[in-house]
């Protein structure tokens, strides 16, 4: 337990969470976990380990491993049924001892690079939380429930990817991404021209709006206002219900190619321009700040900055430092894969062997039609039943009935309001959290109208639980990789700086570009077993020694 001086209390415990030593008091958390480090490499049990480790960082201090309460806490309630409940330390001690339950406290804003850096240990607001002993009973009763679920073992594989992920979110967004801002502004200048020396719109996008309000034959729009586009495609007789990328490239108008550009540009220069540039990065790094279990499925998130979502043209000011290079590892086809290696289908299984999982599907099933193989898998997996989906799903229904049958239980068992799990145990939300929550009134007679409200919501649920079993296996799978790696590489000078779903980015020597490339291929093969054990089931990485993260394959 970390106090805002630097110091804190430190207790051994056993592996069932039992206390075998007395509480010391130190005065120096920061020397005192050094210490311990070098001598015992413990799992170190942290209310959080976002609201203690950056401080242990910057004080030259990493640690091998922990169990994050918070984290954990959030995962044996999804299991309970009880999702969205307050996750905190301070909640789950007050479960624990009958006390009235606090809500947890909000999200703290996003800090660019060289904002919020306060001392070793920030006080925090508000009263002080439980003690260490408190501490030391929670865990003891996460051990617990983690004991009492179906599949302790995967279970207990998740809680330790997911409190492994909470040290490398933080790691990253110490080390931060390598950005060139002399290559982000030449780009910025080649794609959107000039800036505005009043702070409007750059010269490329005012000369498109102006051209898009020519097309329409208005002397002026906002070509960033769905509604003022609706209106002014309404008015030349196309009535759309929105203005997606998808719905406008269906139209034949002059004002399309313009309109499609200028969002495109538009999302780019709000998204990453020069004030984005200026914001988040600083001293030749992109740092912000990662949200590891950010999303229902397990994936990550970012707490500002936009990490997850910048687009390949940006992604060439992603530049390795001089003498190293980016190592690149893409796993091709993960979902897929995920569902040959769970659904216990042994043709898929046997399919999931190969290089190119939809060409062997197409060879074994589909004529040799790869495309089609896609579809169906594809469908079978996101709930893709009409169109050219229909005849391919068939197919795949008839062939691979285990893996169909797999998805088809887990969105009967969503759209009839229960709860469907991961491979290692993450659990859906309830219906009651409004992922899919079929409301409205019930048919009077019984029979259900598959045109009301709750069907419709029943459907969509069923739709959201079929993907969940898969994605949120796809994101353990790939967290059990991250952390697999931190381990490889630890000791060495490679650094993780950038995970994104199911793509991971080390900057390293150049010299140990081939050793790193190496060490995230037996990351990803150890990941495999550990999930799945002996299974034919291959998660091929596409890998990429590169100068520029836009040129990875």
């Known amino acids: 337990m970390a106090d805002e001086r630097g110091g804190g209390e430190l207790r051994p415990l056993d592996a069932a969470g039992d206390p075998t030593g007395p509480t010391e008091a130190v005065t120096d958390l920061a020397a005192a976990v ?65 006390a009235p339950v606090p809500p947890d406290p909000p999200p703290r804003p996003a800090a660019p690079p060289g904002h919020g850096q306060g001392a070793l240990f920030d006080a925090l607001p508000g ?35 997911e409190s492994a992920g909470a040290l490398i979110a933080v790691e990253m967004g110490v080390a931060g991404l390598p950005w060139r801002a002399e290559v982000h502004d030449a780009i910025l200048a080649e794609l959107l021209g000039e800036p ?31 509604a003022e586009l609706l209106k002014a495609f309404a008015r030349v007789g196309v009535e759309l219900p929105n203005t997606r990328a998808w719905v406008l490239r269906g139209v034949d108008h002059p004002a ?3 309109v499609l550009e200028y969002k495109e540009l538009y999302r780019i220069w709000t998204a990453h321009g020069w004030s984005w540039r200026e914001q988040w990065v600083r001293d030749g790094r992109f740092q912000p700040e990662y949200v590891p279990g950010g999303v229902v499925s397990g994936r990550w998130a ?20 001089p003498g190293r290079r980016l190592v690149v590892a893409d796993a091709g086809q993960l979902e897929p894969r995920v569902l040959a290696a769970v659904s216990g289908d042994a043709r898929l299984a046997a399919a999931g062997g190969a290089g190119d999982l939809y060409a062997a599907l197409a060879r074994d099933a589909f004529a040799g039609d790869r495309a089609k193989a896609k579809v169906a898998l594809l469908g079978a997996m996101y709930g893709q039943t009409g169109g050219a989906a229909v005849p391919a799903l068939a197919v795949l229904k008839r062939s691979y009935p285990t893996a169909f049958g797999y998805v088809e239980a887990a969105a009967r068992t969503g759209e009839a309001g229960g709860l469907v799990r991961s491979w290692l145990g993450r659990t859906c939300p309830p219906g009651s959290a409004g992922f899919g929550d079929p409301d409205g009134p019930s048919d009077p007679d019984g029979v259900a109208d598959p045109q009301s409200p709750r069907a419709r919501a029943a459907r969509s649920r069923g739709r959201f639980t079929r993907n969940f079993v898969i994605q949120a296996t796809a994101a353990e799978w790939a967290s059990t990789l991250l952390a697999t790696l931190r381990t490889e590489l630890a000791g060495t000078d490679a650094e993780l700086v950038f995970f994104q779903h199911d793509e991971v980015v080390v900057h390293c020597p150049a010299a140990q570009a081939e050793a790193v490339a190496e060490a995230v291929r037996r990351s990803g093969e150890r990941a495999t077993a550990l999930l799945f054990g002996d299974t034919p089931v291959r998660f091929p990485l596409d890998l990429s020694i590169v100068d520029c993260y836009a040129d990875a394959a």
């Open 256 to 258: 399309v190619p313009l």
């Open 34 to 98: 050094a210490a311990r480090e070098a001598a015992e490499r413990p799992r170190w049990i942290w209310p959080a380990a976002g609201a203690v480790y950056p401080a242990l960082l910057r004080a030259g201090v990493r640690v091998e491993r922990c169990h994050d309460v918070e984290l954990t806490e959030a995962l044996l309630l999804g299991h309970a049924g009880r999702w969205g409940e307050p996750r905190s330390f301070a909640a789950a001690w007050a479960r624990l001892s009958g």
């Open 127 to 161: 009263p002080a939380g439980p003690g260490v002993d408190a501490l030391t009973r929670v865990y003891a009763d996460q051990l617990a429930r983690v004991a009492a679920t179906e599949h302790p073992g995967r279970f207990r594989l998740l809680v330790a990817a």
């Open 302 to 321: 970012t707490r500002g900055g936009g990490a997850l979502q910048i687009p390949k043209v940006i992604r060439r000011a992603v530049v390795a430092d």
């Open 196 to 226: 505005s020396p009043v702070g409007g719109p750059p010269r490329r996008l005012a000369e498109l709006a102006a051209r898009i309000a020519d097309a329409f034959g208005v002397r002026q729009l906002h070509a960033d206002s769905p």
